[in-house]
């Protein structure tokens, strides 16, 4: 059993950054990929970005591409999101996932453990 505690969301005006971070419990942490992703009200759930096992590949949504960046600490047991260049589209709840190797990291089915989340609230 993997638990997953979401920290760092906010309210934040058009063009703020904050960072989201998401402590892991357990040994096996490393031996998983990583995952964000966000939900809006009336929206569907939606990848934002991922992190490999060991940190060496990361995947971005179009959405975030040269705005967001994933990170991971192994050895703290915790992963990273850095929102930059924040827009109103990008309020959302946002939850941190953890899926097995090989897996699409995309696919939110794929992933076996979830947190709660954070809110993000970004103002025009």
């Known amino acids: 059993q993997v638990q997953l505690v979401e920290s760092g969301g906010g309210l934040v005006q058009a063009g703020g950054s904050l960072r989201l971070s998401c402590a892991a419990s357990?040994?096996?942490?490393?031996?998983?990929?990583m995952g964000w992703f966000r939900q809006a009200p009336g929206k569907e759930r939606e990848f934002v970005a991922a992190?490999?096992?060991?940190?060496?590949?990361?995947y971005y949504a179009d959405s975030g591409k040269g705005r967001f960046a994933i990170s991971r600490d192994n050895a703290k047991n915790t992963v990273y999101l850095q929102l930059n260049s924040l827009k109103p589209e990008d309020t959302a709840v946002y939850v941190c996932?953890?899926?097995?190797?090989?897996?699409?990291?995309?696919?939110?089915?794929?992933?076996?453990?979830w947190g709660q989340g954070t809110q993000v609230t970004v103002s025009s």
């Open positions: 996932a953890a899926v097995p190797p090989t897996y699409d990291v995309r696919v939110s089915q794929n992933y076996d453990y």
């Open positions: 992190i490999s096992a060991s940190g060496g590949g990361t």
């Open positions: 357990g040994r096996t942490f490393s031996s998983y990929a």
